[in-house]
C-alpha cells in the first residue's frame, strides 16, 4: 500500500498500537500567531500564575484555518489513515485551545495507569456505534511544547482492542457518559499507556477508540492544545468485499476484534447530542470577546 505520508513502519504502528505523531507540522512562528491572544481570552497574566484561577480550560473556538494550507503533513497523514481525502467532510482545524496549566498540581507527579482519573473515548455529541461516522480520527494538535509531566495527555495505545469488542457487543449504540460507557472499566484491560509529549507543531493522530484522559501539570508549564475531530461522509465498513479498501482506521478494528472481516448492523437510531459544553462554552465566547474588545479596539 502506498501513502501520501506515512512509512509502512508508521501504518503497521497505527494498526498495532492506535496512534502516529507526525512531527513538524507547522513553524513556531506559526503557532505564537494562532495562539498570540490565548492570554488575553483567558483574562490571565502569562507571568503571574496567581491569575490562573482554573486549572484547565477548554476555551471555544473563533477563527478556523484550513489544514491543507496550514499543516498539509498532517492533512495528508490523515488521508492516508481514513483511507483518502473522499471518505471525509472538510477538516478545519480551529482555535477551540484546552489549556492545561496546573491540573492536578497539588498531589505528587503519578504515571498513566488505570486508577488515572477522566480516561475518556472522545465525542460527546453522538451515540456510539462501532462504525460511527461523527469521529473519525482523533487528534492532537501541539500548540506549545509539551513536555514529561508537563500536562500532556496520557494514551493508553491498546484501547481499541477493548473499545471495539464493547462496541460490537452493544449493536443498539452507547452514550457517551461515564454513566453508559465504562471507560474506566475497559482501560483496565489495557497496560500499554503513553504521554502524548512533544513540541510545537507536532500531531498526534490516533484511532477513534483510543481511551485518553487530560495529565497531570505538574511543571506548571502553560500547555495548550486542540483536538479537532475528523468527521467521515459514510460510516466505517468492516466488510468491505475488496479487503484493499479497508482504511488503516478499520483494520485497527478488526484487528482488535480478531477477524479479518466483520458485519455491523446498529440496531439502534444514530442520534446526535448535545452537549452541556456546547452552552458553557457560548458563554465563554461572549466573555473573551469582550475581553478581546477591551484590549485591542478600545486600548487605555
Ligand atoms: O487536555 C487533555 O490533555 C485531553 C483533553 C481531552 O481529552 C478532551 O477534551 O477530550
Ligand atoms: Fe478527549
Redesign the pocket.
Known amino acids: 500500500m502506498d501513502y501520501q505520508v506515512l512509512t509502512p513502519q508508521q501504518a503497521e504502528q497505527f494498526v498495532e498500537r492506535g496512534y502516529v505523531v507526525i512531527r513538524g507540522c507547522f513553524t513556531r512562528a506559526a503557532a505564537e500567531e494562532y495562539t498570540s491572544t490565548i492570554w488575553t481570552r483567558l483574562g490571565y497574566v502569562p507571568d503571574d500564575p496567581a491569575t490562573w484561577s482554573e486549572p484547565s480550560v477548554h476555551m471555544p473556538s473563533h477563527r478556523e484555518i484550513d489544514i491543507r494550507q496550514f499543516a498539509p503533513k498532517a492533512w495528508g497523514a490523515v488521508c492516508d489513515l481514513v483511507g483518502g481525502a473522499q471518505r471525509i467532510h472538510p477538516y478545519l482545524w480551529n482555535d477551540a485551545f484546552i489549556v492545561n496549566l496546573w491540573q492536578g498540581a497539588d498531589r505528587p507527579w503519578q504515571p498513566a495507569s488505570p486508577a488515572s482519573p477522566d480516561w475518556?473515548?472522545?465525542g460527546d455529541f453522538f451515540r456510539h456505534f462501532l462504525d460511527s461516522p461523527e469521529q473519525g480520527l482523533?487528534t492532537l494538535v501541539l500548540w506549545s511544547d509539551v513536555r514529561h509531566q508537563g500536562g500532556a495527555?496520557f494514551v493508553a495505545a491498546d484501547s481499541v482492542g477493548p473499545v471495539a469488542r464493547f462496541l460490537a457487543e452493544h449493536p443498539e449504540g452507547v452514550r457517551p457518559e461515564p454513566a453508559s460507557f465504562p471507560w474506566h472499566e475497559l482501560v483496565k484491560q489495557c497496560s500499554d499507556f503513553m504521554e502524548a509529549i512533544g513540541e510545537v507543531g507536532d500531531v498526534y493522530l490516533l484511532h477513534p477508540f483510543i481511551l485518553?484522559?487530560?495529565a497531570q501539570n505538574v511543571l506548571r508549564v502553560p500547555r495548550f492544545i486542540t483536538?479537532p475531530p475528523v468527521h467521515l461522509i459514510e460510516p466505517m465498513r468492516f466488510d468491505r468485499p475488496d479487503p484493499s479498501e479497508f482504511s488503516l482506521v478499520e483494520r485497527a478494528v478488526l484487528r482488535g476484534l480478531g477477524v479479518d472481516r466483520y458485519t455491523f448492523t446498529p440496531s439502534g437510531p444514530r442520534e446526535k447530542l448535545v452537549p452541556h459544553r456546547v452552552a458553557l462554552q457560548r458563554s465563554m465566547k461572549r466573555a473573551e470577546r469582550d475581553r478581546l474588545a477591551a484590549v485591542f479596539e478600545h486600548p487605555e
Do not use: G, Y
Request: without cysteine.
Open positions: 475518556h473515548k472522545d482523533l495527555t485518553h484522559a487530560k483536538n
